[in-house]
């Protein structure tokens, strides 16, 4: 595995397992969508990601904005740079869903029916769908959208051959990539699927390897936040041969109590259960998850592996932080089911914004330009020490009456004094 890895990394010369997992039927786009964006003095938005090429870096995370065929349509017609399907695994009949599931946060008291959203938390298992339907309709959309990024979500019990299968089966629908769910933080933890894997690193590490030794196509492995060190299971996930990973997914929270009621929200037939946490209010924990699996990948991985942010991103200059850090592509589920499918129009709009005011023409210009500004404390102490010293030594002015110079007479003398 080590050897192959070192030849994926490689930019020289690609094996042909790299050849099938980075498809050329993008290449060009690649160059007409740069041309037409130069053309036009735009800031051209297009990014290729593991040779997925995509007219901008906005990409439907996976959950109910990728539930059907009808909403994945619609998410390319409103021109998101890709879809990532809501996840599928063999045996859909074991998903069995309940309502509500969904329960909301806003910026007011408990109970408070007005105020923006800034939290939303949810219940929902992966698809419920037959995995046949779900192949199907993914096989309808790449025959009307070939060009378009679609991106098969995977997973699976703790078992090789089913593991296999599923891969299998999801690539012959023809996906341009799979994103492996190893996030999920509720349901089904007892059959070892979703955060069960991505919290044990052990087992992340086999199941990986499992993976990657079927998968043709590039591979993105999901991480969860629900762990102390993020970069412990995102380092094991590229060191096995995932393309890139994605962070984060949903924070285990209890949404809260209905002070009327007594009952946890969100309530069913009287009871709840926790639920993964998402939107604005995650946005600054997702922010630091990936600083930091950025910085790691930078320190320890060769120029190719991925990284795909995801969390509270409802604005463009949402989406710049996350570039800035070094993320390729930005993921958004909640703000989707918050403000609807045209969202990407605004994120593209403001983030072209961004870009214009720093005079950046592309994306690359600027991805992970905020991530060196990033220490640790006790070096915060040192630089603000010796900036201390040196604000003294330039108040203190002239240290003797030797020092004084014609040419600098007047600033010499305004270095000394006091208001």
Known sequence: MESLMTLRASPAAATPLQQRRLP??????????????????????????????????????????????????????????????????????????????YAKLRAEPNGAAMGRIIGWQNIELISDRPLETMLNEFKQLKKEYPDRILIGSIMEEYNKAAWHELIERVEESGVDALEINFSCPHGMPERKMGAAVGQDCDLLEEVCGWINEKATVPVWAKMTPNITDITQPARIALKSGCEGVS?????????????????????????????GYSARAVHPIALAKVMQIARMMKEEFAIGQSLSAIGGVETGNDAAEFILLGADTVQVCTGVMIHGYPLVKKLCAELQDFMREHNFSSIEEFRGASLPYFTTHTDLVHRQQEAIKQRKAIKKGLQSDKDWTGDGFVKETESMVSN
């Not at 036009?40 to 959950?63: C, K, T």
């Not at 740079?81 to 998903?95: N, R």
């Not at 962070?247 to 946890?264: C, E, Q």
Request: charge should be positive; hydrophobic fraction near 35%.
């Open 24 to 101: 050329g039927r993008q290449r060009a786009t690649s160059v007409r969508a740069a041309a037409s964006a130069s053309a036009a003095g735009e800031p051209d938005l297009s990014v290729r990601v593991n040779g997925l090429q995509m007219p901008n870096p906005f990409v439907i995370g996976s959950g109910p904005p990728g539930t059907n065929y009808t909403v994945m349509k619609r998410a390319f017609d409103e021109g998101w740079g890709g879809v990532i399907a809501k996840t599928v695994s063999l045996d859909a009949e074991k998903v069995i869903n309940v309502t509500p599931r």
């Open 247 to 275: 962070a984060i997914n949903t924070i285990m929270s209890v949404m809260g109590i209905n002070l009327k009621t007594l009952r946890p929200e969100p309530c069913v037939e009287g009871y709840s259960t926790p639920g």
